[in-house]
């Protein structure tokens, strides 16, 4: 399939590493946040998300961290696998403007077997 | 789980032509968003709607337009098709506004 997006920031991990993908949010107002993992071909899929009361929650092999005070945002996934391999997106929700999704640019992750 | 299907994995349309778009959501939810996906430009939103036959412009709704008629449907329609409405289409649906969106596997259009 197509890539989702030209000269996107790519993260190359060896397979059993851990990566840590990163993004920066601009809107103080921004209460939720979500995590997306696209495939090629297919539609965001919902990883993990965090309200902006917390600034840690965990999944199964993904952390997300939130720290509000630098407007930074983390996907942490333990012992990445090829299945991994995929574009990342960021999106925040305003508290004034609660349907409206604004995402990230994305980041590749590149599984090394 | 939440299944988003749209009708269409891809789809080749003539300009001038009206072209439909639909999207169907399985799990009850309030509200139903159009977006289109272009390389460098990312993810951004067409219209969406929070009710049955509610509906709300987003950042780039010249072009287009949409219809919501029952709940769990929700039609993208482009009026007169023109080359720059080639993209990926996603739809999505949420509960509510602070919970998350879930998409479809997306339409990949070209209009010719």
């Known amino acids: 399939g197509e890539s989702v997006g030209l000269h996107l920031p790519t993260l190359s991990v060896q397979e059993g590493d851990n990566s840590i993908i990163n993004c920066a949010y601009s809107?103080?107002?921004?209460?939720?946040f979500i995590w997306y993992k696209q495939e090629s071909g297919k539609g965001p899929q919902f990883i993990i998300d965090?309200?902006?009361?917390?600034d840690k929650r965990q999944g199964q092999r993904v952390t997300v961290l939130l720290n509000k005070t630098v407007k930074h945002l983390s996907l942490q996934i333990a012992a990445t696998q090829p299945g991994d391999s995929a574009v990342y997106f960021c999106a925040e929700i305003a508290r004034d403007s609660s349907y409206k999704l604004i995402f990230g640019s994305g980041t590749r992750l590149l599984v090394r077997p | 789980d939440v299944k988003v299907t749209q009708s269409s994995r891809y789809l080749v349309k003539r300009t001038g032509e009206k072209v439909f778009l639909e999207c169907v959501q399985d799990m009850d939810h309030e509200n139903m968003f159009w977006y289109r996906q272009d390389p460098g430009l990312g993810l951004r939103l067409i219209y969406f709607s929070y009710d049955v036959k509610m509906k709300e412009k987003g950042d780039i709704p010249e072009g287009y337009s949409v219809s919501r008629e029952k709940k769990e449907r929700f039609s993208l329609i482009l009026e007169s098709a023109s080359t720059n409405q080639t993209s990926m289409y996603l739809c999505a649906s949420s509960f509510s506004g602070n919970q998350p969106q879930h998409f479809g596997d997306g339409t990949r259009l070209s209009i010719l």
């Open positions: 809107n103080s107002a921004s209460d939720y």
């Open positions: 965090i309200r902006s009361n917390m």
